[in-house]
């Protein structure tokens, strides 16, 4: 015998279906203008039957493949298309008080950075103006309307962070991470980070390093284990935490190539930056189709490189000490004064590679002053 549903199960049920009548209605009304309108007016109908189609109330169910292709398509035209889909895409997103919308509406444009064509993303990487942190403005978003509405605005709001997030690092390393018309050939991409300078190359893997954080700070799932949305979002999310591992990796080698060249302060940025992606380990998402053994071997690089970053800290903080003790001494000689080279200045070329330490030239120095002072 079926037992009766609950109080909150039947709020539960009558919200879902008002949310499949209202998806009902707002489809028939959309695709009824868009056989009637023509021209500008019928693709603006059909962009909107679109968006529809891919946000949909029900919370459960991730957008269909077709739909988000669909949704993807107007990235192939014109550039006033594509713009008109990014604008139509967040205004829907800004404007639902729907959790189980405004999850769906990230989902499309995490789709459009991870499959979207350059127009596409162009615009997306444009808007607003203004960018920064937060400007999804979703960091409030409340839908208390069921428990599961509630539940899934904490994912709403980790996410469109996450995504925030996401685009900002994009932006300062000059292309979307983890899309798949954006995959920089590896030999490339190390030519690139090898021509940066050593602050660049610290601020770049900082950012990486922060949507590790981010996404360790993913909701728990509760009573969403099994959410078929809730998985979608992880997946992408999943393939993205891959992708800036592997840029890491990168940086982190190139890190390896410079340890005898890096200045004091970016020593400690760099050792900052790989303790806090340490301190991901272990609360990262497990990856499917992943081999062990590259995880594995990724925080093996982190710790090692770690390791020599602190042993050359400590050594640069005995040299200048010795370098401190030195300039006392030799100033109390007038006419050597001005020939002692302070610890923060430095020999700089277009390439990180070549950056001189002005410890070693401190060290070259002082041999050179020696042997004039026993003359």
Same mark, same amino acid.
């Given at each position: 015998?079926?037992?009766?549903?609950?109080?909150?199960?039947?709020?539960?049920?009558?919200?879902?279906?008002?949310?499949?009548?209202?998806?009902?209605?707002? @489809?028939?009304?959309?695709?009824?203008?868009?056989?009637?309108?023509?021209? &500008?007016?019928?693709?603006?109908?059909?962009?909107?039957?679109?968006?529809?189609?891919?946000?949909?109330?029900?919370?459960? &169910?991730?957008?269909?493949?077709?739909?988000?292709?669909?949704?993807?398509?107007?990235?192939?035209?014109?550039?006033?298309?594509?713009?008109?889909?990014?604008?139509?895409?967040?205004?829907?997103? @800004?404007?639902?008080?729907?959790?189980?919308?405004?999850?769906?509406?990230?989902?499309?444009?995490?789709?459009?950075?991870?499959?979207?064509? *350059?127009?596409?993303?162009?615009?997306?990487?444009?808007?607003?103006?203004?960018?920064?942190?937060?400007?999804?403005?979703?960091?409030?978003?409340?839908?208390?309307?069921?428990?599961?509405?509630?539940?899934?605005?904490?994912?709403?709001?980790?996410?469109? @962070?996450?995504?925030?997030?996401? !685009?900002?690092?994009?932006?300062?390393?000059?292309?979307?991470?983890?899309?798949?018309?954006?995959?920089?050939?590896?030999?490339?991409?190390?030519?690139?980070?090898?021509?940066?300078?050593?602050?660049?190359?610290?601020?770049?893997?900082?950012?990486?390093?922060?949507?590790?954080?981010?996404?360790?700070?993913?909701?728990?799932?509760?009573?969403?284990?099994?959410?078929? !949305?809730?998985?979608?979002?992880?997946?992408?999310?999943?393939?993205?935490?891959?992708?800036?591992?592997?840029?890491?990796?990168?940086?982190?080698?190139?890190?390896?190539?410079?340890?005898?060249?890096?200045?004091?302060?970016?020593?400690?940025?760099?050792?900052?930056? !790989?303790?806090?992606?340490?301190?991901?380990?272990?609360?990262?998402?497990?990856?499917?189709?992943?081999?062990?053994?590259?995880?594995?071997? *990724?925080?093996?690089?982190?710790?090692?490189?770690?390791?020599?970053?602190?042993?050359?800290?400590?050594?640069?903080?005995?040299?200048?000490?010795?370098?401190?003790?030195?300039?006392?001494?030799?100033?109390?000689?007038?006419? *050597?004064?001005?020939?002692?080279?302070?610890?923060?200045?430095?020999?700089?070329?277009?390439?990180?590679?070549?950056?001189?330490?002005? *410890?070693?030239?401190?060290?070259?120095?002082?041999?050179?002053?020696?042997?004039?002072? @026993?003359?």
């Amino acid at each position: 015998m079926r037992r009766p549903l609950s109080h909150m199960g039947r709020r539960r049920k009558l919200r879902e279906l008002m949310g499949a009548i209202k998806d009902k209605a707002s @489809q028939s009304k959309a695709a009824i203008l868009c056989k009637l309108n023509t021209n &500008t007016l019928s693709s603006s109908s059909s962009l909107h039957l679109t968006l529809l189609r891919a946000t949909t109330h029900d919370p459960f &169910t991730p957008p269909n493949p077709k739909s988000l292709a669909a949704l993807l398509s107007f990235g192939l035209s014109s550039r006033a298309t594509a713009s008109s889909a990014v604008e139509s895409l967040m205004d829907r997103l @800004q404007t639902t008080h729907d959790s189980a919308v405004a999850l769906k509406c990230l989902l499309a444009v995490h789709h459009v950075i991870k499959y979207g064509s *350059f127009i596409l993303q162009d615009q997306l990487s444009v808007y607003p103006a203004g960018g920064g942190r937060n400007y999804l403005n979703l960091s409030n978003f409340r839908d208390d309307s069921t428990p599961v509405a509630w539940e899934l605005s904490s994912w709403v709001r980790w996410y469109a @962070q996450y995504i925030e997030n996401l !685009l900002l690092t994009s932006r300062l390393l000059g292309f979307f991470v983890g899309s798949n018309s954006c995959i920089v050939e590896k030999d490339k991409e190390e030519e690139r980070v090898s021509a940066l300078l050593n602050a660049n190359l610290v601020r770049e893997t900082e950012s990486l390093v922060s949507l590790l954080e981010g996404i360790c700070k993913r909701p728990e799932s509760l009573g969403l284990g099994e959410n078929r !949305l809730v998985i979608e979002v992880l997946g992408l999310v999943g393939e993205d935490q891959i992708s800036a591992m592997n840029e890491i990796s990168v940086r982190v080698n190139e890190f390896d190539e410079r340890l005898n060249c890096l200045s004091f302060g970016d020593s400690i940025e760099l050792l900052g930056a !790989l303790k806090r992606s340490e301190d991901c380990e272990g609360r990262l998402l497990a990856v499917p189709n992943v081999k062990n053994d590259l995880v594995e071997g *990724f925080w093996g690089l982190i710790r090692e490189m770690k390791t020599k970053v602190g042993k050359e800290k400590d050594s640069n903080n005995k040299l200048m000490a010795t370098m401190r003790v030195e300039r006392e001494s030799f100033s109390e000689s007038a006419r *050597f004064g001005d020939l002692v080279l302070r610890p923060s200045d430095s020999v700089r070329f277009s390439s990180g590679r070549l950056a001189v330490n002005a *410890f070693h030239l401190s060290t070259i120095q002082s041999c050179v002053l020696d042997e004039i002072t @026993q003359l």
